[in-house]
């Protein structure tokens, strides 16, 4: 692209020792449901140019969202000036991965009167089904992104994609009585199916109006299993992959330091990044660092395959770049239906959303369990509230007692259904 | 400040019309152990329109500012609109229209420092904090400020311009004992640019002395009892009480989707020693955290008393819910990017201090916690509320006894509120708030020292 050329040319001539720049174009059609009414049209079309460059191993990066001259010209100039004035680190550079590759997969298949007729549709049938559900917002939007990179040693990468994504989030209300908040968000190829069939959507909204009948657990505190939903999984594995990222490997505080190609978590549990699935509606080709992505293993059946550093994370700790920076999760399926996992739990709950802090670095985690089931001898008993369950986040998927079959489709993960056992849970 | 440029755009508008040109600037530095791994800089700029006709909105952005641009976005925009009007049925009215004109300028009048001061001042706190406390794992500083300017000009007459800068410090310090981790932050800053808040390394080695006591005395520390107790929320924690479980749950969109606090407007939802504000500029005649004084709708931000001696008086509201609550808009309609619409958000939300003082209120506890630093803290629909505490100590007969490791404290807001037994005569206002909700935004908030029954997620 000649545009990201003169500016790896204009950083050059101003005084970079290496450079990259990346451009992202994002065109985006948004509609949104509120309070029963189809009610805002959005669109939006947005540019992203970064910069970056090093002089004499120190960094410097700069965001701007135009991309006439005399905006370029002022950026580089004021990141040249903070580059200069940075701090040497011999781990500064450009992903000298050189590659040319341009990756297409655009459909250009908006269409906003199919998403008005998939919106309405959503407002009818789920007002329909569930009298008293209510949703309190919904957004469908259409989003195609344009990605351009290039560095001073020829790496040359170009993207495009487009996908729909859909989010909602609702609650049951019956007189005076509210459940919890619940929602979930799905990214889609296309709009052949009606949104309320997606992914875990018919669980959660039942979800939402059977919590309006929530108990307090009759037993106070005990210890025992834990189901964990997709929807739910997916947020933890967050707080778990944090540990292979950048930021603890480099400060050399990650529970994983110095375990790759260790057994560190249960046998049972295998879990991959896969930016080009053909299952998943996201693609995520290549990252800002310049290096292209790569389905691979993560844990494979417990042992640590890859961390998730990018390129300077990988020249500051002396280990390998990432496959991905963590995108496009999936974790491999497991031999269990849900109903013989819930028949295994001697006493335990679903935890169908977690709402609590970042664990601490060791691990431990507690909060609340919301949207939850209480489990007794292999019956999933009543719906709860006001329970919180505290336990230690390596622990959990060091003592895995089962993976569903079953697995949620989000379009940017694939999630089963986890059992994991010795749970504090606690009520008022 | 573009108001006369945007002003020239006036004549195209046929409907209800905001016409917004607004730039966020971010700076991000960030030192962990010495190595500076940020170093970086943000601008997103550009011009949004949004158009009002039979109750739907059109909304269009573009980060390009010329006549062209605008013209076309303000034509998109109304095409938006009518788009959807012709799908739907829905006319609830005219929104207000009441102009307003106000410039607002929080810049600093000091002459603007280079990157390399900036960062020779994280340099200098982290050559503090690493030589005299060797036994640190990692210690991380994270300077990030950002600058949010907009003009906005409406069909009815707004014409106003706002720079409201926030600059804040996150300090990180992690050590290992018996070879488990631990960590303790603390956030310092808020309102105004570096230049007027970090002049001095030396202002803030008292702060990383006192993390670091803390940090060690959680190391030694116990873990708290789970289960249902009377403890005292420090000034820290209110504040995220009075924002994350009561404000959102008074939104005013929240509450027209059937929030908990939409059956109790003047009713009892607290005891009557609690007063909670959503103040929008000021307090106590200075300007709060986050000032907001006319919203991007264009309404000239008031107060919100949220509750009055312990009985719900109002909810915070936009043009729209104002109409259909039949009330007045109260200046709560914010947006975060110029390519945002505006949304119902708090901007300086408060619990109002009391009488008691902390000691007193320690004095007064036989068996429970003094919860003191959090990290977090999520809120929903029932008013059922989450905060992590990362800080605290156990109290034993009126005396603070052992400090605590992280746990969670959780409660229904509307049941723990009717537990508040005592309020500190203190005000502490927190500055580094970044509230979720479709869009990021910044808040704050505030409150005193508050005694109060909470679950305790502990071992």
Redesign the interface.
């Known amino acids: 692209m000649e545009l990201l050329d003169k500016c790896l040319a204009l950083l050059k001539e101003k005084g970079a020792d290496e450079g990259e720049v990346s451009l992202t174009h994002v065109q985006n059609e948004e509609m949104e449901l509120k309070n029963g009414n189809i009610d805002l049209l959005r669109s939006r079309d947005e540019y992203y140019l970064n910069l970056n460059a090093i002089i004499e191993k120190k960094r410097a990066s700069i965001q701007i969202n135009k991309i006439d001259e005399e905006a370029i010209a002022e950026a580089v100039s004021e990141l040249i000036h903070n580059a200069e004035n940075s701090q040497i680190d011999e781990a500064n550079g450009v992903s000298d991965q050189v590659q040319e590759r341009d990756f297409n997969n655009c459909k250009d298949n908006y269409d906003p009167e199919l998403m008005y007729k998939r919106l309405e549709n959503f407002n009818k049938e789920v007002t329909a089904a569930y009298p008293d559900l209510v949703l309190e917002g919904a957004v469908l939007e259409y989003q195609k992104r344009y990605n351009y990179y290039r560095n001073s040693k020829g790496v040359n990468l170009s993207s495009n994609h487009d996908n729909y994504f859909f989010s909602t989030s609702f609650f049951g209300r019956r007189n005076r009585e509210t459940s919890s908040m619940n929602y979930t968000g799905i990214a889609l190829e296309n709009l052949d199916e009606e949104l309320y069939e997606l992914a875990s959507l018919p669980y959660l909204l039942r979800e939402s109006v059977e919590h309006l009948d929530a108990r307090i657990i009759d037993n106070k505190k005990f210890t025992g299993d834990l189901i964990i939903t997709p929807d739910c999984l997916r947020s933890i594995l967050y707080s778990l992959l944090s540990h292979l990222g950048n930021d603890m490997l480099i400060a050399g505080t990650s529970y994983f330091k110095d375990s790759l190609d260790k057994k560190v978590l249960d046998g049972k549990f295998t879990l991959k990044t896969e930016p080009v699935s053909d299952l998943l509606a996201i693609k995520d080709y290549y990252s800002g660092d310049g290096v292209v992505n790569r389905n691979d293993y993560i844990f494979a059946e417990g042992v640590l395959k890859n961390y998730l550093l990018d390129f300077y994370g990988s020249r500051k700790t002396g280990l390998q770049r990432g496959p991905s920076l963590g995108s496009n999760l999936v974790v491999e399926a497991g031999d269990k239906s849900i109903a013989e996992m819930v028949e295994s739990v001697e006493r335990g709950i679903i935890l169908a959303r977690f709402s609590g802090g970042q664990p601490a670095s060791n691990g431990d985690f507690s909060g609340v369990a919301k949207n939850s089931y209480y489990v007794e001898d292999g019956e999933i008993k009543y719906p709860i509230k006001e329970t919180m369950i505290s336990g230690n986040l390596f622990s959990l998927f060091q003592n895995i007692m089962g993976i569903s079959k079953d697995r949620i489709n989000f379009g940017y993960s694939l999630m089963p259904f986890l059992h994991a056992k010795e749970i504090v849970v606690s009520s008022r | 400040m573009k108001l006369d440029y945007l002003k020239s755009f006036k004549d195209l508008f046929a409907d209800y019309t905001e016409l917004r040109w607004q730039e966020n600037t971010n700076v991000f530095l960030k030192l ?2 010495g ?12 011009v949004s329109a949004r158009v009002y006709k039979d ?10 500012s010329d006549a062209d641009k605008i013209k076309e976005i303000v034509r ?2 109304g095409e ?2 009518s ?2 009007a012709g ?2 049925r ?1 006319d609830i009215g005219k929104l207000a229209q009441e102009g307003h004109e106000l410039i607002k300028d929080f810049s600093t009048v000091k002459a603007r420092v ?3 001061e900036m ?1 020779d001042f994280l ?1 200098e706190l982290d050559n503090y904090t690493r030589s005299k406390y060797s036994d640190l ?2 210690s ?1 500083f994270v300077l990030n400020s950002l600058d949010m300017e907009k003009n906005l000009v409406t069909s009815f007459d707004t014409y106003a311009y706002t720079m409201v800068p926030r600059t804040i410090l996150v300090i990180v310090m ?1 050590i290992e004992k018996d070879g ?4 303790y932050y603390d956030v310092i800053g808020g309102l105004g640019q570096y230049e007027d808040l970090f002049t001095d390394p030396e202002n803030f080695y008292g702060q990383i002395d006192t993390m670091y006591k803390r940090l060690r005395e959680k190391a030694e520390g116990i873990y708290p009892e ?3 107790k009377e403890v005292i929320l420090d000034s820290r924690i209110s504040g995220i009480l009075a924002h994350e479980a009561i404000g959102h749950t008074t939104e005013a ?2 509450v ?5 606090a939409r ?1 109790y407007l003047n009713e009892r939802v607290a005891t009557e020693i609690v007063n909670l504000v959503d103040f929008a500029a000021e307090y106590d005649n200075k300007p709060c955290p986050v000032p907001v004084y006319i919203d991007d709708e264009g309404t000239r931000a008031e107060d919100v008393v949220i509750i009055q001696d312990g009985i719900l008086k109002n909810y915070m509201n936009n043009k729209e819910l104002a109409l259909e609550f039949n009330t007045s808009p109260t200046g709560n309609a914010r947006a975060y990017t110029f ?1 945002d ?1 505006p949304l119902v958000r708090m901007r300086n939300t408060a619990i109002l201090p009391g009488e008691n003082s902390l000691e007193e209120m320690i004095a007064s506890i036989e068996d429970g916690y003094y919860f003191i630093d959090t ?2 803290g ?1 809120a ?3 008013s ?1 509320f ?3 505490v990362t800080f605290g100590y156990e109290i034993k007969n009126g005396k603070l006894g052992r400090a605590i ?4 404290i ?3 807001a509307f049941d723990v509120l009717k537990t508040v037994s005592m309020i500190s005569n203190e005000m502490y206002w927190s500055s580094g708030g970044m509230c979720g909700k ?1 869009q990021m935004i910044p808040v704050g908030f505030g409150g005193p020292a508050i005694k109060c029954k909470v ?5």
């Open positions: 962990l152990n190595t500076l791994i940020e170093n970086g800089k943000r601008t997103v700029g550009g109750g739907f909105f059109g909304f269009a952005s573009s980060p390009l998109k925009a938006n609109a788009l959807l799908l739907g829905k280079s990157r390399k960062i340099r794992k990692a991380n992690t488990v981790i631990y960590d789970a289960g249902y969109d929240f027209k989707s059937g929030s908990i059956d390519s619409e990290n977090n999520q929903d629909a029932t059922e989450m905060f992590g490791k992280d746990t969670t959780s409660g229904v479709k679950n305790i997620g502990g071992k």
